[in-house]
């Protein structure tokens, strides 16, 4: 993935589970802006083991190291992956 600016639309996140995540029955991405608090971004399984989120004009908007976790549910089971940085940037004015 290359890099990722506040204003972006369509920019693709992708997570690797490292697992296979057919039957999957809820799929979100955690994500922790850099200034702290946490918001659940849609996302889909892509590729048998990723969960992907398409960024939209609302999403990831804050500046600086996000913190990205995969959240997977089967059933009544739950799974969290691990976290993973993610840097956003400022786009020039």
Do not use: N
Not at 50 to 77: C, D, M, N, P
């Amino acid at each position: 993935m290359g890099k990722v600016y506040t204003d972006d639309i369509g920019t693709l996140i992708k997570l690797d589970t490292g697992e296979a995540l057919a039957g999957a029955t809820g799929c979100k991405i955690i994500a922790r802006p850099p200034k702290g608090g946490a918001i659940e971004l849609a996302a889909t399984v892509v590729e048998g083991t990723k969960l992907q989120h398409v960024k939209s004009a609302t999403t990831l908007r804050e500046v600086g190291i996000w913190q990205l976790q995969a959240y997977v549910k089967f059933g009544e089971e739950e799974y969290c992956g691990e976290i993973v940085g993610l840097q956003i940037y400022k786009v020039l004015s």
